[in-house]
Protein backbone atom coordinates (compact mmCIF):
# COMPACT_ATOMS: atom_id res chain seq x y z
CA UNK A 1 0.00 0.00 0.00
CA UNK A 2 1.82 2.98 -1.42
CA UNK A 3 -1.13 5.52 -0.71
CA UNK A 4 -0.51 7.80 2.75
CA UNK A 5 -3.84 6.31 4.39
CA UNK A 6 -2.04 2.72 3.39
CA UNK A 7 1.20 2.85 4.99
CA UNK A 8 -0.90 4.27 8.04
CA UNK A 9 -2.88 1.19 7.86
CA UNK A 10 0.23 -0.57 8.01
CA UNK A 11 2.07 1.01 11.15
CA UNK A 12 -1.50 0.45 13.24
CA UNK A 13 -1.88 -2.82 12.24
CA UNK A 14 1.30 -3.17 14.40
CA UNK A 15 -0.09 -1.27 17.48
CA UNK A 16 -1.99 -2.33 20.68
CA UNK A 17 -5.81 -2.47 20.46
CA UNK A 18 -7.47 1.48 20.03
CA UNK A 19 -10.82 2.56 20.54
CA UNK A 20 -10.53 4.71 17.58
CA UNK A 21 -7.54 6.43 15.25
CA UNK A 22 -8.36 9.54 13.47
CA UNK A 23 -6.36 11.77 11.00
CA UNK A 24 -6.44 15.37 10.90
CA UNK A 25 -4.13 17.95 9.65
CA UNK A 26 -2.46 19.63 6.31
CA UNK A 27 0.02 15.90 6.45
CA UNK A 28 -3.16 13.83 5.40
CA UNK A 29 -5.50 16.85 3.86
CA UNK A 30 -4.64 19.46 1.35
CA UNK A 31 -4.36 22.96 2.29
CA UNK A 32 -3.47 25.73 -0.26
CA UNK A 33 0.03 26.62 1.11
CA UNK A 34 2.07 26.18 -1.74
CA UNK A 35 4.45 23.80 -0.03
CA UNK A 36 5.85 20.52 -0.87
CA UNK A 37 8.12 19.51 1.79
CA UNK A 38 6.96 16.01 3.16
CA UNK A 39 4.39 16.81 6.43
CA UNK A 40 3.68 15.11 9.50
CA UNK A 41 0.90 12.84 9.85
CA UNK A 42 -0.90 13.86 12.84
CA UNK A 43 -2.88 11.19 14.23
CA UNK A 44 -5.32 11.36 17.90
CA UNK A 45 -5.75 7.92 19.29
CA UNK A 46 -8.24 7.13 21.78
CA UNK A 47 -7.67 4.44 24.12
CA UNK A 48 -9.27 2.30 27.44
CA UNK A 49 -6.37 2.97 29.41
CA UNK A 50 -3.09 5.31 27.64
CA UNK A 51 -0.57 4.50 30.18
CA UNK A 52 -1.06 0.46 29.97
CA UNK A 53 -1.33 1.00 25.99
CA UNK A 54 2.14 3.11 25.95
CA UNK A 55 3.53 0.28 28.65
CA UNK A 56 2.30 -2.52 25.95
CA UNK A 57 3.42 -0.68 22.72
CA UNK A 58 7.15 0.20 24.58
CA UNK A 59 7.47 -3.76 24.42
CA UNK A 60 5.96 -4.00 21.18
CA UNK A 61 7.22 -1.33 19.04
CA UNK A 62 10.45 0.11 21.16
CA UNK A 63 11.75 1.70 18.19
CA UNK A 64 8.76 3.94 17.87
CA UNK A 65 9.63 5.79 21.54
CA UNK A 66 13.43 6.73 20.22
CA UNK A 67 12.33 10.60 20.33
CA UNK A 68 9.72 10.68 23.05
CA UNK A 69 10.21 10.63 26.86
CA UNK A 70 8.72 7.00 28.22
CA UNK A 71 8.05 7.52 31.68
CA UNK A 72 6.21 10.80 31.15
CA UNK A 73 3.62 9.17 28.63
CA UNK A 74 3.30 5.70 31.15
CA UNK A 75 2.54 7.70 34.14
CA UNK A 76 0.89 6.25 37.15
CA UNK A 77 -0.96 9.47 38.17
CA UNK A 78 -4.08 10.40 37.46
CA UNK A 79 -6.37 13.53 37.05
CA UNK A 80 -9.96 13.75 37.71
CA UNK A 81 -12.23 14.71 34.68
CA UNK A 82 -14.31 18.23 35.78
CA UNK A 83 -18.16 17.37 35.97
CA UNK A 84 -17.41 13.71 35.96
CA UNK A 85 -16.28 10.93 37.53
CA UNK A 86 -13.86 9.95 34.65
CA UNK A 87 -10.60 10.04 35.42
CA UNK A 88 -7.41 9.84 33.25
CA UNK A 89 -3.43 9.96 32.95
CA UNK A 90 -2.08 12.85 33.98
CA UNK A 91 0.58 12.13 30.81
CA UNK A 92 -1.76 13.03 28.17
CA UNK A 93 0.77 14.49 25.44
CA UNK A 94 2.23 13.52 22.12
CA UNK A 95 4.92 11.67 20.59
CA UNK A 96 6.79 11.13 17.28
CA UNK A 97 7.52 8.33 15.42
CA UNK A 98 8.59 7.65 11.79
CA UNK A 99 7.79 4.43 10.25
CA UNK A 100 8.29 3.99 6.04
CA UNK A 101 10.05 7.20 5.27
CA UNK A 102 6.81 8.97 6.73
CA UNK A 103 7.12 10.97 10.34
CA UNK A 104 3.84 10.57 12.86
CA UNK A 105 2.76 12.69 15.49
CA UNK A 106 0.46 10.53 18.07
CA UNK A 107 -1.89 12.56 20.39
CA UNK A 108 -3.04 9.28 22.73
CA UNK A 109 -6.12 10.08 24.90
CA UNK A 110 -8.39 8.40 27.08
CA UNK A 111 -11.62 7.57 25.24
CA UNK A 112 -13.53 9.14 28.34
CA UNK A 113 -11.88 12.42 28.06
CA UNK A 114 -12.07 12.67 24.28
CA UNK A 115 -15.83 11.68 24.12
CA UNK A 116 -16.69 14.50 27.05
CA UNK A 117 -14.76 17.35 25.10
CA UNK A 118 -16.27 16.67 21.86
CA UNK A 119 -19.69 16.76 23.83
CA UNK A 120 -18.84 19.57 25.91
CA UNK A 121 -16.18 21.47 24.97
CA UNK A 122 -14.60 21.54 28.27
CA UNK A 123 -10.59 21.55 26.68
CA UNK A 124 -11.48 22.51 23.14
CA UNK A 125 -8.07 20.84 22.47
CA UNK A 126 -9.86 17.88 20.64
CA UNK A 127 -13.23 19.21 19.53
CA UNK A 128 -11.54 22.15 17.83
CA UNK A 129 -9.41 20.03 15.71
CA UNK A 130 -12.50 17.53 14.81
CA UNK A 131 -14.43 20.62 13.78
CA UNK A 132 -11.89 20.00 10.47
CA UNK A 133 -11.62 17.33 7.74
CA UNK A 134 -10.66 13.95 9.24
CA UNK A 135 -10.70 10.63 8.21
CA UNK A 136 -11.56 7.83 11.19
CA UNK A 137 -9.62 4.94 10.12
CA UNK A 138 -10.72 3.07 13.11
CA UNK A 139 -13.40 3.29 15.09
CA UNK A 140 -14.25 0.32 17.55
CA UNK A 141 -17.05 2.99 19.66
CA UNK A 142 -19.79 1.10 18.46
CA UNK A 143 -21.79 4.05 17.06
CA UNK A 144 -20.87 6.72 19.98
CA UNK A 145 -17.68 8.49 18.63
CA UNK A 146 -19.61 9.13 15.05
CA UNK A 147 -22.80 10.76 17.02
CA UNK A 148 -20.44 12.88 18.92
CA UNK A 149 -18.76 14.04 16.01
CA UNK A 150 -22.14 15.04 15.00
CA UNK A 151 -23.08 17.22 18.04
CA UNK A 152 -19.43 18.83 18.08
CA UNK A 153 -20.60 19.51 14.34
CA UNK A 154 -23.63 21.18 15.30
CA UNK A 155 -22.18 23.26 18.17
CA UNK A 156 -19.65 24.63 15.60
CA UNK A 157 -22.31 26.11 13.33
CA UNK A 158 -24.70 27.18 16.66
CA UNK A 159 -21.34 29.09 17.70
CA UNK A 160 -20.53 30.97 14.38
CA UNK A 161 -24.57 31.97 13.44
CA UNK A 162 -24.35 33.43 17.26
CA UNK A 163 -20.62 35.37 16.64
CA UNK A 164 -22.29 36.78 13.39
CA UNK A 165 -24.44 39.38 14.79
CA UNK A 166 -26.10 40.30 11.35
CA UNK A 167 -28.87 38.71 10.22
CA UNK A 168 -26.88 38.04 6.51
CA UNK A 169 -23.57 37.51 5.63
CA UNK A 170 -20.85 35.77 3.67
CA UNK A 171 -20.57 31.96 3.43
CA UNK A 172 -16.86 31.84 3.05
CA UNK A 173 -16.98 33.82 6.68
CA UNK A 174 -19.16 31.37 8.05
CA UNK A 175 -16.85 28.89 7.06
CA UNK A 176 -14.04 30.76 8.39
CA UNK A 177 -15.42 32.01 11.62
CA UNK A 178 -15.71 27.50 12.24
CA UNK A 179 -11.77 27.40 10.74
CA UNK A 180 -10.51 29.44 13.37
CA UNK A 181 -12.35 28.58 16.36
CA UNK A 182 -9.49 26.40 17.85
CA UNK A 183 -6.98 29.11 16.82
CA UNK A 184 -8.43 32.40 18.40
CA UNK A 185 -6.20 32.00 21.54
CA UNK A 186 -3.87 29.22 20.06
CA UNK A 187 -0.29 29.99 21.55
CA UNK A 188 1.46 28.80 18.20
CA UNK A 189 -0.58 31.33 15.97
CA UNK A 190 0.74 34.41 18.82
CA UNK A 191 4.31 33.35 18.71
CA UNK A 192 3.95 33.35 14.72
CA UNK A 193 4.58 29.35 14.82
CA UNK A 194 1.30 29.19 12.59
CA UNK A 195 1.01 30.70 8.98
CA UNK A 196 -1.27 34.34 8.87
CA UNK A 197 -3.19 32.44 6.08
CA UNK A 198 -3.80 29.01 7.50
CA UNK A 199 -7.15 29.69 7.95
CA UNK A 200 -7.77 30.30 4.58
CA UNK A 201 -5.65 28.05 3.44
CA UNK A 202 -7.83 24.97 5.49
CA UNK A 203 -11.18 26.19 4.10
CA UNK A 204 -9.95 26.71 0.55
CA UNK A 205 -8.29 22.91 0.82
CA UNK A 206 -11.31 21.25 2.18
CA UNK A 207 -14.48 23.36 0.29
CA UNK A 208 -16.05 19.92 -0.08
CA UNK A 209 -15.96 19.19 3.60
CA UNK A 210 -16.81 22.45 5.13
CA UNK A 211 -19.94 22.49 2.24
CA UNK A 212 -20.93 19.17 3.37
CA UNK A 213 -20.39 19.54 6.96
CA UNK A 214 -21.66 22.68 7.69
CA UNK A 215 -23.41 24.01 4.49
CA UNK A 216 -27.19 22.77 4.90
CA UNK A 217 -28.43 23.42 8.38
CA UNK A 218 -32.07 23.94 6.97
CA UNK A 219 -33.57 24.97 10.36
CA UNK A 220 -30.77 27.42 11.24
CA UNK A 221 -30.17 29.28 7.95
CA UNK A 222 -30.59 29.16 4.46
CA UNK A 223 -27.90 30.09 1.29
CA UNK A 224 -28.43 31.57 -1.38
CA UNK A 225 -25.89 33.32 -3.79
CA UNK A 226 -23.17 32.49 -1.37
CA UNK A 227 -24.84 34.11 1.43
CA UNK A 228 -26.34 33.04 4.65
CA UNK A 229 -29.35 33.73 5.67
CA UNK A 230 -30.68 33.31 9.47
CA UNK A 231 -33.91 31.95 9.69
CA UNK A 232 -36.43 34.46 11.63
CA UNK A 233 -36.46 33.31 14.91
CA UNK A 234 -32.71 34.59 15.67
CA UNK A 235 -34.67 37.55 16.45
CA UNK A 236 -33.29 39.23 19.93
CA UNK A 237 -35.94 37.69 22.10
CA UNK A 238 -35.17 34.36 20.62
CA UNK A 239 -31.68 34.64 21.63
CA UNK A 240 -31.24 32.91 24.58
CA UNK A 241 -32.96 30.19 22.75
CA UNK A 242 -29.91 29.56 20.68
CA UNK A 243 -27.94 30.05 23.75
CA UNK A 244 -29.10 27.13 25.53
CA UNK A 245 -28.27 24.99 22.71
CA UNK A 246 -24.42 25.35 22.81
CA UNK A 247 -22.59 22.69 24.12
CA UNK A 248 -22.34 23.15 27.88
CA UNK A 249 -18.92 24.48 28.37
CA UNK A 250 -19.45 27.78 26.15
CA UNK A 251 -24.04 27.64 27.42
CA UNK A 252 -22.91 27.66 31.36
CA UNK A 253 -19.89 30.32 30.55
CA UNK A 254 -22.29 32.98 28.66
CA UNK A 255 -25.26 32.50 31.30
CA UNK A 256 -23.07 32.95 34.14
CA UNK A 257 -21.02 35.85 32.98
CA UNK A 258 -24.02 37.81 31.20
CA UNK A 259 -26.75 39.38 32.75
CA UNK A 260 -30.30 38.48 31.50
CA UNK A 261 -30.16 42.11 29.41
CA UNK A 262 -26.72 41.33 28.01
CA UNK A 263 -28.21 37.69 26.68
CA UNK A 264 -30.82 39.65 24.65
CA UNK A 265 -28.03 41.65 22.69
CA UNK A 266 -26.62 39.87 19.83
CA UNK A 267 -23.42 41.71 19.68
CA UNK A 268 -22.31 41.49 23.49
CA UNK A 269 -23.36 37.72 22.78
CA UNK A 270 -21.10 37.36 19.77
CA UNK A 271 -18.08 39.11 21.51
CA UNK A 272 -18.12 37.20 24.65
CA UNK A 273 -18.17 34.17 22.81
CA UNK A 274 -15.91 35.05 20.85
CA UNK A 275 -13.38 35.62 24.19
CA UNK A 276 -14.20 32.31 25.23
CA UNK A 277 -12.27 30.53 22.43
CA UNK A 278 -9.71 33.16 22.82
CA UNK A 279 -9.57 31.98 26.78
CA UNK A 280 -9.73 28.09 26.04
CA UNK A 281 -7.82 27.73 23.48
CA UNK A 282 -4.60 29.57 25.37
CA UNK A 283 -4.91 27.22 28.25
CA UNK A 284 -5.77 24.07 26.45
CA UNK A 285 -2.85 25.18 23.47
CA UNK A 286 -0.23 25.77 26.56
CA UNK A 287 -1.39 22.75 28.22
CA UNK A 288 -0.56 20.66 25.48
CA UNK A 289 2.31 22.29 24.00
CA UNK A 290 3.81 21.51 27.73
CA UNK A 291 2.43 17.74 27.53
CA UNK A 292 3.83 17.28 24.35
CA UNK A 293 7.24 18.85 25.07
CA UNK A 294 7.38 16.62 28.30
CA UNK A 295 6.67 13.57 26.43
CA UNK A 296 8.37 14.65 22.98
CA UNK A 297 11.55 15.87 24.60
CA UNK A 298 12.89 18.76 24.07
CA UNK A 299 15.26 19.03 20.70
CA UNK A 300 12.44 17.57 19.07
CA UNK A 301 9.89 20.51 20.53
CA UNK A 302 12.24 23.22 18.91
CA UNK A 303 12.40 21.35 15.95
CA UNK A 304 8.90 21.29 15.51
CA UNK A 305 8.57 25.08 16.36
CA UNK A 306 11.92 26.54 14.39
CA UNK A 307 10.00 24.22 11.38
CA UNK A 308 6.80 25.96 11.58
CA UNK A 309 7.84 29.67 11.94
CA UNK A 310 10.32 29.17 9.02
CA UNK A 311 7.33 27.60 7.36
CA UNK A 312 5.36 30.80 7.78
CA UNK A 313 7.74 33.16 7.24
CA UNK A 314 8.49 31.43 3.50
CA UNK A 315 4.82 31.55 2.66
CA UNK A 316 5.18 35.32 3.19
CA UNK A 317 7.53 36.32 1.25
CA UNK A 318 6.30 34.22 -1.51
CA UNK A 319 3.02 35.66 -1.15
CA UNK A 320 4.33 39.40 -0.99
Avoid at 123 to 145: C, M, P, W, Y
Avoid at 274 to 288: M, Y
Wanted: proline share 3%; hydrophobic share 35%.
Amino acid sequence: MNTIKGKTMELLQELPPMNSVTTYGSGYFKQTDDTKERKTKDLIVSVDNPSKWHAENLLKNPYLYQTANVKNLIDPKFVKLEDSNCIFPSALGCFFATFEGEEYKFIVVDKRLLYKDLEWWSHFSLAGRFQKETTLLIDESNGVLPELMKKNYEGAVKSALLMHPEMRFDLEDYYKTIAKLSYLGDIRTRLHCENKNKINNIVEGSKDFFEETYGSWDDEFVVRHNKVYKAPDYQDKYLINKINELPNALKYTLLNTLSDKQLNNPKIVAKAIRKFFTQIDTRSSVELALRCHKTAGSQKTMETITGKIKKGMTFTKKRG
